[in-house]
Structures are given as structure tokens and as C-alpha cells.
């Protein structure tokens, strides 16, 4: 099978010479949530694009997978952490977007896209993902983003989902500035754990940016 598979790959490879392809991209995405580039677990995917002239240019991302019950109450610790904060649902990007209202302002907001897609169907079902997780600056590290979290946990019971995923680059920053090292210490604290660690982003050739979207910044 991995000869067939690096055959195949160098036949890719050599189609794109004869077009005069200056850049080429891989990746490992797969109709299922989660899998989004090479996972650690697939070392044999990694070696055959090393093998190909291929290189990781992109962002390691951390998946993160957490029970929909393990995650904050809606009202936990009792009430919401700033007088006056209130949730709004709306239509998001990425599905249900719950945003945090502090009189006329948006101080933060998250999505939910629960994954009942028919290319994503699978036996159990029961699944979500975190679109969106985002605290502006000035409100940071003050219990907005557990708070919005617990709104978005309730309205997943509701909807009968079981467990959420979200995830973090090990590198950089977020489009904010905020460094994605205080989110992959946030989601541990509020009922994630780390599941695997997959590579976005090969490139063959000239480099280009990596893949793989922005993860969240909360607090």
C-alpha cells in the first residue's frame, strides 16, 4: 500500500512539473471532525510527503475533544462574572453564534456547529465543534469566556450533543495578538484534555502560508 500510495504521489508530482506548478500543497484532511492535516498517529502519511519533496510550512494544531457535561454550567459560579452580562443567539459563520452583551457592546462571543452533515455522519453522532471562541482585549482573564462557554454547553444539551471539539496552534498568535500558549492553557481549565497534535500546511516549492484557520482567544 505505501508503494502504490508513493507511486501515486510522485505520478502527482511530476504532472504538476509539466504544468510548471511552482508551489504544491498537501495536506490530510478527511470528511470527519478533527482530522484537518497529518495527525501525529499517521508518522507513515508524514514520511511519504518527506519522501515527495514536501515539507510542514504550516502550524501544528492541537485537538482538543471535551463531554458536553464536563464543560461549565450555564450559571456556574452562580452568576454571570461581569454585572449586566447578558447572552444573545444569533446566526454566526460557524453555526450558532452566543454573544456576550455588556449593555450596548459585544465584549465576546462563540459558535457552535453541531457536525449532522451527511458527509460527517457517523454511528454515534452527537457531535460539535468549536467554531469560534473570542474575548476582546480589555475583558480577558475575568471569566468571560467560562461564562460564554457554559451559555454554549447548555444550549448543546439542548440539542442533545454529547461532546464538543476545539483546538489550538502551538505557535504564534491569534489575529488579536493574544498567544495561543493562554488558550491551550484555558481549555484544559475548563474541561478539555488533549487528544493528538496534527501538522497543517505541506508545501513542495516555493513556500506559502500555512493552512488551517484561526484558532480561539478567551478568558
Known amino acids: 500500500m505505501t508503494g502504490a500510495a508513493e507511486a501515486l504521489i510522485a505520478a502527482c508530482t511530476e504532472v504538476f512539473g509539466r504544468w510548471g506548478v511552482t508551489c504544491q500543497s498537501a495536506g ?10 497529518v495527525p501525529e498517529q499517521w508518522p507513515h502519511i ?5 519522501r515527495a ?3 510542514h510550512t504550516g502550524h501544528t494544531e492541537v485537538v482538543y475533544p471535551a463531554p458536553v457535561e464536563d464543560l461549565p454550567g450555564p450559571f456556574s459560579p452562580g452568576r454571570p462574572p461581569l454585572d449586566g452580562l447578558a447572552v444573545s443567539r444569533s446566526v454566526g459563520i460557524n453555526g450558532c453564534r452566543l454573544s456576550a452583551v455588556l449593555g450596548e457592546d459585544v465584549i465576546g462571543y462563540t459558535e457552535m456547529e453541531i457536525l449532522d452533515k451527511g458527509e460527517r455522519m457517523w454511528r454515534h453522532g ?3 465543534d468549536v467554531g469560534n471562541l473570542r474575548v476582546v482585549a480589555p475583558y480577558r482573564r475575568r471569566g468571560v469566556g467560562t461564562w460564554l462557554l457554559g451559555q454554549a454547553a447548555d444550549w448543546l444539551r439542548l440539542a442533545q450533543v454529547t461532546r464538543l471539539l476545539d483546538y489550538a496552534w502551538l505557535e504564534g498568535t491569534d489575529p488579536t495578538g493574544q498567544s495561543h500558549d493562554d ?5 484544559p481549565a475548563v474541561g478539555f484534555r488533549e487528544l493528538t497534535r496534527t ?15 484561526h484558532p480561539a482567544s478567551a478568558g
Not at 31 to 36: A, F, I, K, S, T
Not at 183 to 187: D, H, Q, S, V
Not at 201 to 208: A, P
Open 53 to 55: 519533496g514536501f515539507s
Open 183 to 187: 488558550y491551550r492553557a484555558f481549555l
Open 28 to 37: 490530510g484532511e478527511l470528511p470527519v471532525p478533527g482530522v484537518h492535516g
Open 46 to 50: 508524514a514520511a511519504l510527503y518527506r
Open 126 to 128: 452527537g457531535w460539535a
Open 199 to 213: 501538522a497543517r500546511g505541506w508545501t513542495r516549492g516555493r513556500l506559502t502560508a500555512g493552512d488551517g484557520g
